[in-house]
């Protein structure tokens, strides 16, 4: 047990972040594993030991996160593997979401996430080793979904500091990579994880379907396995050179397929004017 890695992993008391924490427990590895609340985790996993470290931590709070990876290097002695999962959903257009709601959302999915990699990257860089996994979305690459704008736009913003924090890191020896999962049948679109906006706009008759959809029809019925994905995760970490974006199911990878097209296709509709430009 002593040669396993050490992981440390947000958002870990529901969905895939505590499918993956049991997983690598089960495995022999050690991780410390964050959430709002203790209970949550000790709940849903088991107690402090020499092998599980759980840690109440607002990740919204600098202080707090330093704190929560200061106590894991404290409890195991080093960190490899540090998992940015913690975040929610917000539908909602973009004229009907407050400024406050916008903002809570880019709090979590964001600046937590920055917060994580602030405070754990002066022991990686002594270490110099470690990777970086930031959990960001299908739709943080392909953001054509009515109401999911600023959902999207956080996920979006993951995958740019990621690829950025890549060319930063890799003379330290420390690798990172983004995360675009498709849809995968977690807790993500229950009532307590996704949020809608405290005052919808009846006239965007496109977003309230899509929240209808995704409330009603794709909730509990997502085509991809949380586990599988977690097996995923625990052997890309084992690469030497992992990859800086890794798709995971069949629908981020067809999601994908249709960006590139539609890109594709308008560049080249548009060229002439792209290439206008120049003196």
């Not at 992981?7 to 089960?26: E, P, Q």
């Not at 990740?59 to 998992?83: Q, Y």
């Not at 994880?193 to 997502?222: C, F, W």
């Not at 199911?249 to 590139?260: C, F, I, P, Q, T």
């Amino acid at each position: 047990m002593e040669n396993k890695k050490v992981w440390f992993i947000t958002g870990a008391s529901k969905g895939l972040g505590l499918v993956l924490v049991k997983k690598l427990l089960n495995q022999g590895y050690q991780v410390a594993a964050t959430s709002r609340t203790i209970k949550s985790l000790t709940d849903e996993v088991s107690k402090a030991s020499k092998s599980f470290l759980p840690l109440e931590v607002q990740l919204t709070d600098n202080s707090s996160t330093k704190n929560a990876i200061e106590r894991c290097i404290a409890h195991f002695g080093k960190v490899d593997v540090v998992v940015n999962n913690a975040g929610y959903g917000q539908i909602g257009a973009l004229e009907e979401l407050t400024d406050e709601e916008a903002r809570r959302n880019f709090d979590v999915n964001v600046f937590g996430s920055l917060n994580v990699i602030r405070n754990v990257m002066p022991y990686l860089r002594i270490q110099r080793s470690g990777h970086i996994y930031n959990i960001s979305s299908a739709g943080g690459y392909y953001g054509g979904f009515a109401g999911w704008g600023i959902y999207c736009a956080s996920k979006f913003a993951m995958a740019g500091f990621t690829e950025s924090l890549v060319e930063e890191i890799k003379e330290f020896g420390v690798t990172a990579t983004v995360v675009y999962p498709g849809y995968f049948r977690t807790d993500f679109l229950s009532n307590n994880s996704v949020m809608t906006p405290n005052h919808a706009i009846s006239d965007y008759t496109e977003v309230r379907e899509s929240e209808k959809t995704h409330l009603n029809n794709v909730n509990g019925k997502q085509p991809n396995d949380p586990e599988k994905a977690a097996d995923v995760l625990i052997a890309i970490s084992q690469e030497d050179q992992p990859p800086i974006h890794l798709l995971l199911g069949n629908d981020a990878y067809d999601m994908l397929k249709v960006k590139v097209d539609m890109i594709t296709k308008e560049a080249e509709q548009w060229k002439n004017y792209t290439l206008s430009t120049a003196f």
